[in-house]
């Protein structure tokens, strides 16, 4: 099972600003849907409570929500109290690429502790104020394997970039 990461980041390494996104960039959203539909996805609590609840759970995906509180429910997606048992979960059901879809806590765990095999990220070309940072990547661990650039447009604030990095085997 292929362990991935999705991000959308800003230069700066913010990921979130007072539990939202610091931008709207409607084909981040999309691209998002499409890489991560049919999938397993792992999210900590509050980066799933910050999904708007008519959104809750994502649909055509099985959303995994991480949490320590073992009370916590969240109405059609499957709680577990901690990461190593979302994967687990996702292992048994035989995916083929799992998701780790936030927040930065999570990101930081699954980065740390090397689980994650592949990286899709979304590179804000902007500064942004926020209070939510994605990890620093060291560059000798990753290959960057594709780029797709997007200009800023009526629709998107910024430029932005589509970048898919792996792990070398």
Do not use: C
């Not at 109405?75 to 930065?104: K, N, Q």
């Not at 806590?105 to 090397?114: C, G, N, V």
């Amino acid at each position: 099972m292929i362990v991935s990461a999705i991000a959308a980041v800003a230069e700066n390494g913010i990921i979130g600003r007072s539990g939202d996104l610091p931008w709207h960039l409607p084909d981040d959203l999309k691209y998002f849907q499409r890489i991560t539909k049919g999938h397993h996805v792992i999210t900590g609590r509050k980066n799933y409570e910050s999904i708007p609840a008519k959104y809750r759970p994502l649909r055509d995906r099985v959303n995994i929500v991480v949490s320590r509180n073992p009370h916590y429910e969240a109405p059609g997606a499957i709680v577990v109290d901690s990461l190593g048992a979302g994967l687990e979960l996702a292992h048994l059901d035989r995916e083929t690429e799992v998701f780790i879809i936030g927040g930065g806590q999570i990101y930081r765990e699954a980065l740390t502790m090397r689980l994650v095999d592949r990286l899709y990220l979304t590179i804000v070309h902007a500064e942004v104020d926020g209070d939510t940072h994605f990890p620093l990547l060291d560059p000798d661990e990753w290959q960057e394997r594709s780029r797709d650039h997007h200009p800023a447009d009526e629709r998107h604030a910024f430029p932005f970039s589509f970048v898919v990095l792996e792990r070398p085997v």
